[in-house]
T-cell receptor
């Protein structure tokens, strides 16, 4: 079956612009996670969705970051007024509620100039 | 601050040898542990999951968990050049939500 998909695969933007990153999880997966990976670093947790609600937003680095999920499926991560330090790979993962394994999408590579 | 620590490497391993990767974690209450492999420019893919103390084998891979020592390891037997990648240790710090805390990863280089 289809895996986790993300779009765009690459995004170059100018400092101060807003960007939207999209994640389409595996069908039927109720849990969705956003992570960020800076160059040469491990993955940093951003936010977790269970269905459409986000019980854990503790990893969002600032109020410029927000995310939503609709219909228990697609999620959008929005970064407002982007800064150069936002440049990273943004990864989305999903899992079935009852299982532990998280499956990752291919990521969106964001470059803020 | 809950932490997951790994040696960054690179770990250079001759082809056919055993690669041994180590990971320690700070949260004594952690229950679920994962090893992901990440090729350069790609997203992480699950190699192994382990939940109980002891060894778990899957093909050429063996995960070892010691909760008392807060230590989890991954052994790769008969290492192949295709095993060259970064290996990420991940720990489930909150079982109710499944949030994973990742180590920075160990780069493995298998030399022919």
């Amino acid at each position: 079956g289809a895996g986790v998909s993300q779009s765009p695969s690459n995004k170059v933007t100018e400092k101060g612009k807003d960007v939207e990153l999209r994640c389409d999880p595996i069908s039927g997966h109720t849990a969705l996670y956003w992570y960020r990976q800076s160059l040469g670093q491990g993955l940093e947790f951003l936010i977790y969705f269970q269905g459409n609600s986000a019980p854990d937003k503790s990893g969002l680095p600032s109020d410029r970051f927000s995310a939503e999920r609709t219909g228990g499926s697609v999620s959008t991560l929005t970064i407002q007024r982007t800064q150069q330090e936002d440049s990273a790979v943004y990864l989305c993962a999903s899992r079935e509620r009852a299982l532990e394994t998280q499956y990752f999408g291919p990521g969106t590579r964001l470059l803020v100039l | 601050q809950k932490e997951v620590e790994q040696n960054s490497g690179p770990l250079s391993v001759p082809e056919g040898a055993i690669a041994s990767l180590n990971c320690t974690y700070s949260d004594r209450g952690s229950q679920s542990f994962f090893w992901y492999r990440q090729y350069s420019g790609k997203s992480p893919e699950l190699i192994m999951s382990i939940y109980s103390n002891g060894d778990k084998e899957d093909g050429r891979f063996t995960a070892q968990l010691n909760k008392a020592s807060q230590y989890v390891s991954l052994l790769i037997r008969d290492s192949q050049p295709s095993d060259s990648a970064t290996y990420l240790c991940a720990v489930n710090m909150d079982d109710s939500w499944g949030k994973l805390q990742f180590g920075a990863g160990t780069q493995v280089v298998v030399t022919p």
